[in-house]
C-alpha cells in the first residue's frame, strides 16, 4: 500500500483526483492540500510514498516546490498545460498527467509508481565492474552479466537508477552522472539529467522526444544540441 497525496488548488481537480486513487486498491490518500505550504508541513511530520503535485498554482509552483525539497516522494506532476513536460524531467518525477486525466492514463502513471516502490524498498543491487561491453551487477552473493547491447535505457532515481534491459529491469545504488561517466559514449548518451540512452534502441527521433519501444524519453535543453550535433547528424543519410 502506498501513502498518497493531492496537491493541487482547483478544489474540482483535487476532488477528480480523490475519484481516480478511490479506484486504485494499493493507494491510500492519507492528505489532501490546496498549496505547497500546507503540505510542506504535512511531508516533513508524516511518512507519503507518492504525491500528485499541480504546477500552476499561485505564490509557489510545483516545480518551484519540488526544488525546496530535500527527501522528496515519488511524483506524478498533473496540469493542464504540456509545454511543462520537458522541464519536469529535469526534476525526477515519475510521469507526467495532462488534465482532463483519463483513468487509463492514470492507472499507467501509478503502474509505474508501483513498480518503483517496490524496487527501491527491495534494491540490494550495486554496479561491481563495467568492462568493454558488458557490466557485473552485484545481486545479494550473485553477479549478473548484463551486456551493453542488452540495455535500452537507464533512468536514474536520485540516487539510484533503473537499468532497463531487454528482459529485466536491475535497480541499483548509483546516481546517473557516475555510471554516465563509466560508459562508452559510442553508445550511450544522457539526453536529459534523468536519462541515459543506448543509441541502437532507438526507433524514432521527434523534436523533443526519443522514442525507444512505447516509450517517449524527452530531450533536455541543455542536452539537445551536442545529442543532435554527435548522434544524429553524423547518421543522416545524406543525398
Given amino acids: 500500500m502506498m501513502k498518497c497525496i493531492i496537491i493541487d488548488d482547483e478544489p474540482l481537480a483535487r476532488e477528480g483526483m480523490k475519484l481516480n486513487i478511490n479506484e486504485v486498491s494499493t493507494l491510500e490518500l492519507v492528505g489532501s492540500f490546496e498549496n505547497p505550504i500546507e503540505a510542506n508541513d504535512f511531508l516533513n511530520n508524516n511518512d507519503v510514498d507518492l504525491m500528485f ?7 509557489l509552483t510545483g516545480l518551484e516546490f519540488l526544488k525546496t525539497l530535500v527527501n522528496q516522494p515519488l511524483v506524478i506532476l498533473t496540469t493542464a498545460y504540456p509545454q511543462y513536460a520537458l522541464e519536469s ?32 524498498n527491495t534494491v540490494t543491487h550495486e ?3 563495467i ?9 545479494e552473493r550473485k553477479y549478473v552479466k548484463i551486456f551493453f547491447k542488452d540495455i535500452k535505457y537507464i533512468e536514474g532515481l536520485k540516487d539510484y537508477v533503473i537499468i532497463h534491459a531487454m528482459q529485466r529491469k536491475i ?10 561517466n563509466q560508459l562508452p559514449s559510442e553508445i550511450f548518451v544522457r539526453i536529459n539529467k534523468s536519462y541515459i540512452i543506448n543509441i541502437h534502441s532507438i526507433s524514432e527521433i521527434d523534436n523533443d522526444f526519443v522514442i525507444i519501444d512505447t516509450n517517449e524519453i524527452p530531450i533536455g535543453r541543455t542536452y539537445k544540441e551536442d545529442f543532435i550535433k554527435n548522434y544524429v547528424n553524423k547518421r543522416l543519410i545524406k543525398r
Fill in 53 to 59: 503535485l499541480d504546477i500552476e498554482m499561485p505564490e
Fill in 89 to 120: 524531467y529535469e526534476l525526477d518525477v515519475i510521469d507526467y498527467l495532462v488534465k482532463p486525466i483519463r483513468i487509463e492514463r492514470f492507472i499507467k502513471a501509478v503502474n509505474k509508481a508501483e513498480e518503483i516502490f517496490k524496487m527501491k
Fill in 127 to 129: 554496479v561491481e565492474s
Fill in 131 to 139: 568492462g568493454d561491453d558488458y557490466i557485473f551487477v552485484k545481486s
Fill in 171 to 180: 535497480m541499483t545504488a548509483m546516481n546517473v552522472k557516475t555510471i554516465d
